[in-house]
């Protein structure tokens, strides 16, 4: 019965060490493109429509 909650309780434990890892490099990577627009003095950034072959302007940041 022990060895089960142990279990269970390491596998809860990596899953949130994932979820903080994949959070911290997503804002890291947001932080990093922020700081490039900053540096070259653009007001953001495009990106391609991969349906349309479209350029657009990137508005994941915005709320």
């Not at 809860?12 to 947001?30: C, N, P, Q, S």
């Not at 950034?45 to 657009?56: A, H, I, Q």
């Amino acid at each position: 019965m022990q060895l089960i909650l142990i279990a269970i309780l390491v596998a809860g434990a990596i899953l949130l060490y994932r979820r903080f890892v994949a959070d911290a490099t997503k804002l890291a990577e947001r932080s990093r493109r922020e700081e490039r627009e900053r540096q070259s003095g653009a007001t953001g950034t495009l990106v391609k429509d991969p349906e349309t072959g479209e350029y657009r302007l990137d508005r994941s940041g915005e709320v």
